[in-house]
């Protein structure tokens, strides 16, 4: 065990010498997976090829990237929210549709909660690789209960991911833009997308389960307990595997029983490791003091942290010794003291002799 803190401090370590660069390759990285899989929907007009095929599609990925690295949360999501309007402009009212749609969740969500609404991308992509739980998970132990909303704004969109490409598809292709049938196309695909999500109620059910992992995982990590975290962690995951199950049977989710076991298992192993790094804490060794003043009593509980070896120290200025040879301790000079000017005083007529 003593190898294993010793290695995790030297990663610590090795993080924070250099963490402003290892975020930006981590983001950068991020991004160029995030607009390959949007490039993947190829229902672009021909007019825009060049921007996704060949040198100059690759140098407008990277650009994007690049841009994507070192902007906020925001914009970060703004620049996703364009490039798949510019992967729909074969349907321009689907692509429009799209674009107003995001705008309004980046308008009233991720302008007023920037690093929580990354949660959305996060889901999408946890459903990409079938680990949402993962990101949920992560979700409630850090970022508390407010990670509910980005967690089912992400499924959500996820759901209708599909939706609009099969719309995309299906809807003939304009040869020129008609601007007085955009109202008409915009009520259309509303009423699709409308049935659709009426219809199919899986999304609801899991962002149902969503949120009721969130909400246990974060509740269970604030008890007063030894290994609340872990056991929070435990009881989380074991609540998405089950209630996943029972949406599967009841809603007939496109869900198999080994994906849902899996992807619990794997995502606490993710979660767990994340939680490793944060922090490890040594319940051997825990404290309970009791103390009061005038008006309350307190009860703290202190659980020390278990560091290596080599995990750096708070250095303590050295408290200087009492010395009666003090010549060697520097002494401002004094300032000379300047008596005030003698001013006479004038001589009262009017006092009485």
């Known amino acids: 065990m003593t190898q294993i803190i010793e290695l995790r401090q030297n990663l610590i370590n090795l993080y924070k010498k250099y963490e402003v660069a290892i975020n930006y390759v981590l983001k950068f990285i991020a991004a160029l997976f995030v607009f390959w899989r949007v490039n993947t929907l190829g229902m672009y007009r021909e007019e825009l090829a060049m921007l996704f095929n060949g040198s100059t599609g690759v140098a407008f990925m990277l650009l994007i990237a690049v841009i994507f690295t070192v902007s906020p949360p925001t914009v970060s999501l703004l620049m996703v929210a364009i490039v798949i309007t510019l992967q729909l402009t074969m349907v321009v009212e689907v692509a429009i549709f799209v674009f107003l749609l995001l705008g309004l969740v980046i308008i009233f969500y991720a302008r007023l909660a920037p690093k929580q609404s990354m949660l959305i991308l996060a889901i999408i992509f946890g459903f990409y690789f079938h680990i949402p739980y993962a990101v949920v998970l992560f979700a409630g132990l850090y970022m508390g209960l407010g990670a509910i909303i980005p967690v089912i704004i992400g499924t959500a969109v996820w759901t209708m991911i599909g939706s609009f490409t099969d719309l995309a598809r299906a809807a003939p292709v304009m040869e020129e833009f008609e601007l007085m049938e955009i109202p008409s196309a915009f009520i259309d695909i ?15 059910l899991i962002g149902f389960v969503f949120a009721m992992m969130i909400l246990a995982v974060h509740l269970i990590s604030l008890l007063s307990i030894n ?62 003091v009791k103390f009061e003043d005038e008006d309350n009593v307190y009860y703290v509980k202190m ?51």
């Open 190 to 204: 509303f009423n699709q997308i409308y049935y659709i999500l009426t219809t199919n109620l899986g999304w609801v």
């Open 303 to 353: 659980v020390p942290k278990v560091k290596s070896a080599n995990a750096p120290t708070a250095q303590m200025p050295e408290e200087l010794e009492d010395d009666d040879d003090d010549e060697h301790l520097y002494r401002p000079p004094e300032r000379p003291r300047h008596n005030p000017p003698y001013v006479p005083q004038r001589p009262n007529p009017n006092r009485p002799k």
């Open 227 to 288: 290994h609340s975290k872990d056991i929070a962690l435990g009881i989380g995951a074991a609540v998405g595997l089950i209630c996943m199950m029972m949406v599967q049977i009841v809603a007939d989710v496109d869900l198999s029983v080994l994906s849902i076991f899996l992807g619990s298992i794997f995502s606490f192993g993710i979660v767990w490791v994340i939680k490793f790094f944060d922090k490890v804490l040594d319940y051997k060794r825990v404290e309970r």
